[in-house]
């Protein structure tokens, strides 16, 4: 997403409608296609590109390894612990649903 509004603004600069620096949709998508960028990808070497209704998430499968504990120490505390499993994935990779790419990143400049 970094990547993306960089080049953004070395591309467009400042046009009158470009009113902040963050981008949260590609430009052209008309607010359709929007970037959620994940802690876990920082620094990632590639870009995954889905549409929503490909993403799986999932919790819990019924299992021993998962639980849930109320504790009520008084009447207006209650503490709430939970050990749950949780996943996610792509339904499909197929290339009507699924794009991935290597992030080019320029080499440096000598003078």
Known sequence: MEAYE????QTV???PYNTRFEKRTLEGSNGLCEFVPLSSKKDAAFI???????????????NDLEKLEVDRFSAFLVTLSAAILFGCEYETV???????????????VIP
């Open 6 to 9: 960089d080049d953004y603004q």
């Open 13 to 15: 600069g400042a046009i």
């Open 48 to 62: 995954q590109l889905t549409t929503k209704d490909n993403m799986l998430v999932g919790t819990g499968n019924g």
């Open 94 to 108: 197929s290339p009507e649903k699924f794009l991935a790419g290597k992030i080019y990143v320029a080499p440096p």
